[in-house]
């Protein structure tokens, strides 16, 4: 119930494309959904998040797709850049309670 | 500074020995965190301290794991008899009262068990 997959586990990905992280939860209790960007020694660092009321939310190159019926959401990251190369985490939060989180995906962007 | 500060930095113990973490948190941020990512895992939760409510403590894997928070404000994470599956990265995250406010991770402290 406490459970967020996320795919893939790393991926390749050219400038100037599209990058595309996917991630399904389990617990519909669930009422918030970040994704953390996190670069090698830093802790991680919140990117964008969508609440289950909103099906997408666009800031900048950075798209959350959210289907509630199938319980997904992934994150499209437009015209890719070697500077966004790091590792994403997609999170599930209830309320005040503590960030569920995924595995993670490790990008490169390739120059 | 203005974000959440974690120290040490780095953290080398022998098996057996105790440490403590500390963290200073965002000031004014009354929620605070711990996780632990081992690597090439995701993040795992530890322990969530809520103003001056009990502490969620459904994360620690073993009763050698505690945290305190004093004050309100500055909390520290103790292993107890270290074992060399405690290594991994300790995060702190801080937030402020509103649900599902962010939470601001420090940069963590690595801990390396021999």
């Known amino acids: 119930q406490q459970q967020v997959k996320q795919s893939p586990q790393s991926l390749i990905v050219q400038k100037g494309g599209i990058s595309i992280i996917n991630c399904a939860y389990e617990n519909t209790a669930f009422d918030y959904f970040p994704w953390y960007q996190q670069f090698p020694g830093k802790g991680p660092a919140l990117l964008i998040a969508?609440?289950?009321?909103?099906s997408e939310k666009k800031e900048g190159r950075f798209t959350i797709s959210f289907n509630k019926s199938a319980k997904q959401f992934s994150l499209h990251i437009m015209d890719s850049q070697p500077g966004d190369s790091a590792t994403y985490f997609c999170a599930a939060v209830r309320g005040f309670q503590k960030l569920v989180f995924g595995t993670g995906t490790r990008l490169l962007v390739s120059p | 500074g203005a974000g959440v500060s974690q120290s040490p930095s780095n953290k080398v113990t022998e098996k057996g020995k105790d440490v403590e973490l500390r963290c200073d948190p965002i000031?004014?941020?009354?929620?605070l965190y711990w996780y632990r990512q081992s690597l090439g895992q995701g993040l795992e939760f530890l322990i969530y301290?809520?103003?001056?409510?009990?502490?969620?403590k459904s994360g620690l894997p073993s009763d050698r794991f505690s945290a305190e928070r004093t004050g309100g404000s500055v909390s520290t994470l103790t292993i107890q008899r270290t074992q060399q599956e405690d290594s991994a990265v300790y995060l702190c995250?801080?937030?402020?009262?509103?649900?599902?406010?962010?939470?601001?991770f420090g940069p963590g402290t690595r801990l390396t068990v021999l």
């Open positions: 995250a801080s937030s402020t009262r509103d649900p599902a406010s962010e939470q601001f």
């Open positions: 000031s004014g941020h009354t929620a």
């Open positions: 969508i609440r289950p009321d909103v």
């Open positions: 301290f809520q103003g001056n409510s009990a502490p969620d």
